[in-house]
């Protein structure tokens, strides 16, 4: 869990009153280096939130115990029932205590950094050029399943005898039409079911994704990690403000374009 | 009296040498990344098996919410021509090794087994809810602890059957047989030279 537990620990907390709506419009460059909860404010709360993701990462223990998510979901939400954050809206996940909205949280944020540790290593190296390729497959059902080979054509995908199979340099994968958080990896929604399986190079080659002479022109972790800039034009001044100052020296801001400097 | 020879390697073949390495190295990554979707897909396989209680599934072996046993496969670390890949999930070492669980392990009187599918995939388990102990009949026969929610009596919903120990078998096929690890470990390392080999300059 190093790589992830790297990835999680990268970010900076953003408390800010910004809905899901007003992150949406931001760059995934940004979004991925910063820890938020939609219209949580609280500083103290939202570092409550991130230290039990890493500890759910880091599998630790406490008494004795392994630290698991039930545990972490009851702790966050007796801490913002005595924050006063029970907006008493109920099992909401607009009520930062509710239990689906911390669930929400702490499960997306542990998927995602699970989900670059693993887009790390499958898409570079000798696994890259063992598994060059990747489908969309559902791995967990959903109460309500979304249609994805929609969104997989809405992003200019192909299907390959109607499954969803890209090589994995293929831009479709940090499509927003495709994964709404714009990252190349899992998860690609909110509670979503879908994950990825990956091809190897013969099946590649018999489905006819690739030819049999095809060598990966780029290092889809080297380009994913190299997105350092990000038009902002068109996020909200408010929220920008917060980012900027949160991420200090780290970030630079000319004509609407942000630099990650370091 | 011996006579030493200095044997060096002429800078053109070091930089070959060091070009095998890599070659090496990404046989390795490719091979390690062939185990890892075996088990992948075995986890998968796994998931797709009714549970034996009957109840829905909930992402044990293979999901999306960073819970499940697939999500804990962590970077496989190399060493020379073979690598170790950790899957950082005490509780599929439980399934393999099976063994008793007790609830005064943790602390608590009672450990509690689901009994609905809501139960089972309570964020909080019995915590989600608002439960009364109760004892009432169990489809095996007999009276048992449990945990029920709505009215005491016989219109409350059992969520919970609660008992002291569990004992689990030891589960083998928790992994998959070596022979067919090793052989997405061959499979993904020929890939990988097979790709090696193709590229342009290389011998075919």
Redesign the interface.
Known sequence: ???ALEEFAAKTEVPSWARTADWDKLPAAIRRRSFFSAALEDARALSAERKSVAD?LQ?VSKDG??YR??TA??ELQAMMQARGLDTGDGNTLTNPAA??RI?LV??T???Q??GY??F???SS???L????AQELVR???SKVERDWQDRWIAAGGKLTNGRMIALKTDAIWTNPALNRFGTPY??FDFN????L??I???EAIALGIMA??W?PDRDPVEDFNAQVEADVSTVHPDLLSSITGLFGDAVSLVDGIMRFVS | MSVNVTVSIPPEISIELAKLREVR??????????V??AL??HF?YL?ARPRADGL??V?FW??????SV???????RLSGDSALIEI?S?QLRHKIDGGEIKASD?GHPYLTIPATDAAAAA???A??FETHIQWVPHPDGGVRPALVAGPKGNDGVTLFWLVRHVRHLPMPEALPPQSGLDSAAR???L??I???L???GEAA
């Open positions: 869990m190093k790589t759910l599998t115990k392994i998510r039930d979901i009851t239990e689906k669930k702490l499960d944020n542990r998927a950094a699970q540790a693993r790390k290593r499958s190296g000798g696994a050029l063992a598994f060059p791995v967990r059902n899992t998860p979503s079911g879908m994950g399986k990956d190897s190079r013969r049999a002479d060598q | 190295k990404a046989v390795v990554e490719g091979a390690s990344m062939g890892e979707a992948r897909d998968q998931q829905k599934a992402g293979s999901g999306t919410d960073g819970n697939a999500e804990q496969i962590g970077d496989p950082d005490p943790f964020p909080q388990g915590r989600s499979d993904a390392a890939d990988v097979d790709a090696i193709s590229q342009p």
